[in-house]
């Protein structure tokens, strides 16, 4: 397991939080984190109880549209391998579960400073993963050959789980007051499940 953070374009170990400014590094094409912790665990009631942990150190903070809003995006990487017996051959599967933070109409939030900064920096990284994910389900495969992971810490740290080769499922949670109700439309995880749709 591997469990971190990105806030106002900051990398965070959520396993050794004191890892707050993490760097991206790229070795014979992989694309990885350097420095972030990879706990192995042998059973559920082991991922639980360090995924909790990791919880306590997540970015959040109340304003006018939310008690507990999430002001980072918060990334759980799981590998896990398999080993043949009798071939001695191993397989392995990686999952990347994603929670966003979701997009901020700032003049909603009725907030200045730290709120405003972090709503932005949310913003613009959500903003980035669209034209990743519209970059990837691109027909045209001149128009394929870049793919804007650079264009956003976000982006480039989960390059490897947003490849041509990957299987992308969003989840979109909306909360049921009417303005969210009014520009579900508009947000960009309503414009990622369209791209989606379209690269179907």
Known sequence: LSFYQIYCNNIQDLFN???DNLLIREEKGQVFIDGLVHAQVDNETEAIALINAGLEFRQMAPHS?????SRSHTILCIEIEKEDIKSGDVTMGRLALVDLAGSERIVLTEENGKIVQEAKCINSSLSALANV?????????????HIPYRSSKFTRALQS???P?????????IDPVSYTHLRAHETEADLVCRLLLEKK
């Open 17 to 19: 939080p004191e890892n």
């Open 65 to 69: 549209l939310n008690s507990r809003s």
């Open 133 to 145: 994910i519209n970059a990837l389900g691109n027909k045209s495969i001149k128009e394929r050959q």
């Open 161 to 163: 789980q947003l490849s």
């Open 165 to 173: 080769t990957s299987k992308i499922v969003v989840l979109a949670t």
